[in-house]
């Protein structure tokens, strides 16, 4: 579909094939999701290739909508505001319980394994990506950019993720806004402002209950690669007692009761996946 366009419905439905676009908008099963759409229950395994910004896997440009249930596996690549799911999720729109496993290439800024950009309000929960992330800046493993009053929450990467310059984090690589309860056990590599979980959390931003490690070379700066008066709280470094759900639910030492991580109907333990990690 190339426009789902004021409170339609796209679901059940899938693409195998490869899509390309030479301008703006280009995703593997809808282009634009736009005004009280949703696209559910939907797949891409095709590659996916626009020559401008606003590229993703399933929906290239997601406005005041939603993005459930879905996951890509092909590959994606585009210029700016690049995502595995979605390309840029704009005003009050969410992507939930989402995947991407393929990788994801973007020439400019703003490039997520899951959302390149997520701005205004905008929500991604209960998603991850295990593809590779590669950009220039504002690359996350989660979201390239989480900006105006937007959320990262409930989601996790363990693909390599890359900038050729800076602010370059395992879950957000640019955070003006708020993360919480995610981790990354993912490689990380850039320039400067490189962050096991945000490459760079900027001023009245929160990055809480969150961790790294794992695959994250030592010389990753930390949680922030750079923080510019944001807040940071109730963060760790991975060890092998995140493979137990107790080191979650205790109200010693990261964690305490105010933001619980959810092991009734979030998160699970299984040693057969993800290295025993959630």
Do not use: H, M
């Not at 909508?65 to 994606?76: E, K, P």
């Amino acid at each position: 579909v190339g426009d789902n366009y004021a409170s339609s419905t796209v679901s059940n439905s899938y693409n195998t094939g490869s899509v390309a676009g030479s301008s703006f908008n280009v995703g593997g099963v809808v282009g634009r999701n736009y005004s009280s759409s949703t696209v559910s229950n939907s797949y891409n395994t095709g590659t996916v290739t626009g020559s401008g910004s606003y590229v993703g896997g399933v929906v290239g440009y997601n406005y005041y909508s939603i993005v459930t249930n879905s996951y890509n596996i092909g590959s994606v690549t585009g210029s700016s505001s690049v995502g595995g799911i979605v390309g840029y999720n704009y005003s009050s729109s969410t992507v939930s319980n989402s995947y991407n496993t393929g990788s994801v290439t973007g020439s400019g800024s703003y490039v997520g394994g899951i959302v390149g950009y997520n701005y205004s309000s905008s929500t991604v929960t209960n998603s991850y990506n295990i593809g590779s992330v590669t950009g220039v800046s504002g690359v996350g493993g989660v979201v390239g950019c989480n900006r105006s009053s937007s959320t990262v929450t409930n989601s996790y990467n363990i693909g390599s993720v890359t900038g050729s310059s800076g602010y370059v984090g395992g879950v957000v690589g640019y955070n003006y806004s708020t993360v919480s309860n995610s981790y990354n056990i993912g490689s990380v590599t850039g320039v400067s402002g490189v962050g096991g979980v945000v490459g760079s959390n900027f001023s009245l931003s929160a990055v809480s209950y969150c961790y790294y490690g794992g695959g994250c070379d030592s010389t990753v700066g930390g949680i922030d690669g750079s923080d510019v008066d944001g807040q940071a709280e109730y963060l760790g470094t991975i060890t092998t007692d995140a493979k137990t759900s107790s080191w979650y639910t205790s109200t010693s030492g990261n964690w305490n009761s105010e933001y619980p991580w959810d092991f009734t109907y979030v998160w699970a333990l299984d040693s057969s996946v993800n290295d025993g990690y959630p």
